[in-house]
C-alpha cells in the first residue's frame, strides 16, 4: 500500500513563520508538522506499529501491513524539504520518495504527477493525506470501510463550528454515501467537513488530468454525482493547523490527546499547570508558571518568574525573566524581554527580539525584527 502527503502551498496562512521554512517543516508540539503525520500515519495502520516501531522493527512491520512507500508531493522549497527528509528517511528505514512540482499543481494535480508511483500492479487503493491537519488516524478503520462500501473513493470527515472555512460533505448518514461536497460553501450547507484523509481506488487517477487541478472542486464533486464517494467519521479530535488561531487550538487538542494516552512527555511539577510538554534540552528558571497548553522546544531558556500559557515556543528561544506570554507563538531564535508582556495571537517569527517590558497585543512581527516599543492593537509589523 502507499500513501501521498500533500506538502505543498505557500502556507501564507502561517506567515511569519512560513517565510522561514515551508509549512509542514513549522515545528508543532516540538516536531515539525509532517514528522507529526508520519509518524502518526505508519502509527495507526494495522499490526500494532507503535509497538514495532518502539522497538525499531519498522520496515518489518511495515512490510507486514504492506506499506511500501510514502509520496511526498513537494512543490515550495522542495531543496529544504528534501534536504531534512533525506536524515529522516533513514530514521524511519522506510522509502520515502518525492514528486517535484515545477508548478503548484494544487491538491489533485500533484497525483496526476506521482501516478506512476501510486499505481503498482495490486490494484490496491492508496491513502492522500493533507500535511497540516492534526488528529487521529484510524486508517485500519478506513481500509475495512472502504472495502465494505465498494465505491471509488473514501474521505475521512470531521463536525465543526465553522464550516465554510472547509470542504462541506453531506452524506447519507446509515451508508457514508456522499451527496453533495461543496468546498469552502458561501452559504451553510452542513457542519461535516473533509478531513484531508483520503483513501482513494487507482481509477481515481484516470479522472485528473496533469495541470493544476483541485481535488475539492474538480474531482470528488464528480465522484459524489456518480454515487461512489463515500465518507467515514472521524472519532477522536481533528484541527487544520494551518493558520495561528486554529494552530494555537490543535496544541490544547494534541495535548489533551496525549494525556488521555497517559503519555510520559508531559511535563510535572509544581510550577506546571495542565498539559505542558518541555523538551529535554530546554532549561526552566525558578518561580515559573507554566500552562496550560504550552509546548517550549529545544535550547529554550525560560529565565525566572517567566508566566506562559496558551503558547508555542519554538527552539531556541529566550524568554527573560518576569516576562509573561499567553495565546501566541514565538518563532524560532527569538527573545523576549524582562517584564514583557506577550498576547492575543501575537505571532513572531524567526529571530525576534522584543525589548524589555514591551508589550504585544495581537501583534504579527517579519523575522529578524527587533521591538523596542509596545503593538497596542493587533497589525503586522514588517
Ligand atoms: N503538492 C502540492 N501542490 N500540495 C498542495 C498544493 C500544491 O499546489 N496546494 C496545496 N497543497 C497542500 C497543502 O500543503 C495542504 O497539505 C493541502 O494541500 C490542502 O491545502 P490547504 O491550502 O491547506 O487547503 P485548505 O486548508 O484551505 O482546505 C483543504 O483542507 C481542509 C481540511 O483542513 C481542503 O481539502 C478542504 O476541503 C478541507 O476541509
Ligand atoms: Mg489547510
Redesign the pocket.
Known amino acids: 500500500m502507499k500513501a501521498l502527503?500533500?506538502?505543498?502551498?505557500?502556507?501564507t496562512?502561517l506567515r511569519p513563520l512560513t517565510l522561514s521554512v515551508p509549512?509542514?517543516l513549522v515545528d508543532f508540539a516540538n516536531k515539525p508538522m509532517i514528522l507529526h503525520q508520519l509518524f502518526n500515519f505508519f502509527l495507526s495502520l494495522p499490526g500494532n506499529l507503535c509497538y514495532r516501531f518502539a522497538s525499531g522493527l519498522t520496515i518489518e512491520a511495515l512490510k507486514a501491513v504492506g506499506v511500501t512507500e510514502v509520496v511526498l508531493?513537494?512543490?515550495?522549497q522542495p531543496e529544504v524539504m528534501l534536504n531534512f527528509l533525506k536524515e529522516f528517511e533513514k530514521k524511519l528505514e522506510i522509502k520515502i520518495t518525492c514528486?517535484q512540482?515545477t508548478e503548484?499543481?494544487?491538491?489533485a494535480?500533484?497525483l496526476a504527477l506521482a501516478r506512476d508511483k501510486l499505481i503498482d500492479d495490486s490494484g490496491e487503493p492508496f491513502f492522500v493525506?493533507?500535511?497540516?491537519?492534526i488528529s487521529e488516524y484510524p486508517l485500519k478503520e478506513m481500509i475495512e470501510f472502504h472495502r465494505g462500501h465498494g465505491g471509488e473513493a473514501s474521505i475521512m470527515v470531521t463536525k465543526v463550528d465553522e464550516p465554510s472555512?472547509?470542504?462541506?460533505v453531506v452524506m447519507e448518514e446509515t451508508t457514508g454515501r456522499v451527496e453533495k461536497f461543496v468546498?469552502?460553501p458561501k452559504i451553510f450547507v452542513g457542519n461535516k467537513?473533509?478531513?484531508?484523509i483520503y483513501l482513494l481506488n487507482p481509477s481515481v487517477l484516470d479522472r485528473i488530468e496533469l495541470k493544476?487541478t483541485s481535488?475539492?472542486k474538480e474531482v470528488f464533486p464528480n465522484i459524489a454525482a456518480e454515487n461512489k464517494l463515500y465518507a467515514m467519521v472521524l472519532p477522536g479530535f481533528w484541527m487544520?493547523i494551518?493558520q495561528p488561531k486554529d494552530y494555537i487550538t490543535g496544541l490544547r487538542l494534541y495535548l489533551d490527546f496525549l494525556r488521555k494516552q497517559s503519555s510520559p512527555d508531559l511535563a510535572s511539577g509544581s510550577h506546571i499547570i495542565g498539559n505542558v510538554l518541555v523538551h529535554e534540552s530546554a532549561e526552566i528558571g525558578d518561580g515559573c508558571l507554566i500552562g496550560p497548553d504550552v509546548a517550549i522546544g529545544p535550547g529554550c531558556v525560560i529565565e525566572s518568574g517567566v508566566r506562559l500559557s496558551c503558547c508555542t515556543i519554538m527552539r531556541g528561544v529566550r524568554i527573560k525573566k518576569h516576562a509573561c506570554i499567553s495565546g501566541s507563538i514565538i518563532g524560532w531564535h527569538s527573545t523576549v524581554g524582562r517584564w514583557a508582556r506577550v498576547e492575543n495571537m501575537t505571532i513572531l517569527g524567526e529571530d525576534v527580539h522584543i525589548g524589555d517590558e514591551v508589550y504585544s497585543n495581537g501583534g504579527v512581527v517579519l523575522p529578524h525584527k527587533e521591538i523596542k516599543s509596545s503593538i497596542l492593537k493587533p497589525e503586522i509589523v514588517m
Not at 472555512?165 to 462541506?168: A, E, I, L, P
Open positions: 502527503i500533500l506538502v505543498g502551498g505557500f502556507g496562512r509549512k509542514p508531493a513537494i512543490n515550495y514528486s512540482e503548484p499543481l494544487g491538491t494535480g500533484p493525506l493533507n500535511s497540516d491537519v472555512k472547509y470542504g462541506v468546498e469552502k467537513i473533509n478531513a484531508g493544476p481535488i475539492e487544520d494551518g
